[in-house]
């Protein structure tokens, strides 16, 4: 049975602290529902260039915002790696809002960290609201995940199933060997364990705490051939987004550990064989860098929210009103009909729509003169 060795130190007592004040300062403030559309956007374009970054993905943050806004017509490997990852935030972000119905819209997260801490049962009354229509956290799920990430990446037969041949994690720098995975006879066993462990502990341990181990524990397991990096991130911002704390439309902490992939490595990862450590290791100091990857993150969301929120690319003018109104009302509208709202020239009339699409307001349907737009 996995029980994993932590020490709920001053340091991480402190930073699980931090965030929740940083969380309470987001909470009291009130913007526009356009500035959690850009916050969002932002977000996808950061998550998904940080996580295949750290994979050695070459692709610079600037071209991954063009791939994304325009899907180029012959696909390279590297360009696939950050659709992919995109396409699964957008997909997971969706279900999410889905299946959340505690979560309110006109905030960024919930609070979730009571004013006790003296050991790790924290915060029980809001795990117990999170149980309803919360996404069902499995192997199921997890499977999903990579078989998204991995689409057109690895043959067919791999992607969605855990492995069944062994694996050395390399020094990405160097090619030396560093830490021999289990077996992988061990690792559905070991999985299991793993999310038995979270599913069995959410109203027991702190879901940040929880979070934190499960990220490290699965990137130990290494249960696929390829794309355990990016699957251990997105569905570790699954978990954080149950305790309410949506990382999907808030920030990107792969961005954080995009930052220092050394340290990033060395704090999740291991050296040796997983046989010989796993009765001794300890993932307090992940815990506390885990942690500190969040605070980051909501000091920088902190820093860009107002720029964002008085931004152009946020500010909706009174014909943009008019034509998102039209929809509302209709359910559609064609450019024959915003032509009858506004009095604007046809190319401009095209940059209207083009503006809302890249916000994520509205989207396009039909080609040639059977074109319209819904909302999104």
């Known amino acids: 049975m996995f029980a994993p060795k932590y020490t709920i130190t001053n340091r991480l007592l402190s930073n699980i602290k931090r965030v929740n004040t940083l969380i309470n300062n987001l909470n009291s403030k009130r913007f526009p529902h356009i500035v959690f559309v850009e916050l969002e956007r932002i977000a996808r374009e950061v ?19 063009k791939i994304l806004k325009s899907t180029p017509a012959h696909i390279r490997e590297s360009e696939k790696e950050v659709l992919n990852y995109n396409q699964a935030l957008g997909e997971l972000n969706k279900l999410l809002r889905d299946k959340s119905r505690s979560i309110p819209s006109d905030k960024f997260v919930h609070s979730f960290v009571s004013s006790s801490h003296q050991d790790a049962r924290y915060s029980r009354s809001l795990n117990k609201k999170l149980g309803q229509g919360s996404i069902n956290f499995s192997l199921d799920l997890i499977l999903s ?14 992607t969605g199933s855990l492995r069944q041949k062994p694996v050395v994690v390399s020094n990405p720098r160097t090619g030396q060997a560093v830490y021999l995975p289990p077996d992988a006879k061990d690792v ?11 599913k069995d502990n ?4 702190d879901l940040l705490i929880l979070a ?14 390829d794309g355990n990096g990016r699957t251990t991130r997105l569905v ?35 050296k040796g064989d997983y046989y010989d450590l796993v ?60 032509a009858k709202l506004v009095h604007r020239a046809k190319a401009t009339r095209a940059l209207d729509f083009q503006k809302l699409i890249g916000m994520g307001l ?3 349907r039909g080609k040639g003169r059977a074109t319209y737009y819904i909302t999104q």
């Open 47 to 65: 998550s998904s260039y940080a996580s295949t970054s750290i994979e050695g993905n070459p692709l610079p943050l600037t071209e991954v915002k």
């Open 145 to 158: 995940i990579h078989k998204q990430v991995m689409a057109g990446l690895l043959l067919d037969f791999e």
């Open 188 to 198: 559905r066993k070991l999985i299991t364990g793993l999310t038995d462990f979270v």
């Open 202 to 205: 959410k109203n027991i341990i």
């Open 212 to 225: 934190g181990i499960f990220h490290k524990q699965f990137v130990l397991i290494h249960p696929f051939l």
């Open 236 to 270: 570790t911002k699954v978990l954080l987004a149950e305790m309410g704390l949506n990382t999907f439309n808030l920030f990107s902490f792969e961005n954080y550990y995009n930052k220092n992939v050394t340290r990033y490595f060395e704090t999740v990862g291991e």
């Open 279 to 338: 009765n001794q290791i300890d993932f307090t100091d992940w815990l506390e860098y885990f942690t500190e990857g969040i605070i980051d993150e909501l000091l920088r969301v902190q820093k860009i929210l107002p720029k964002v929120a008085t931004s152009p690319s946020t500010e909706l003018q009174k014909h943009h009103r008019k034509l998102l109104e039209f929809i509302k009302k209709k359910g559609f509208i064609k450019d024959s009909d915003y």
């Open 362 to 364: 509205i989207k396009r």
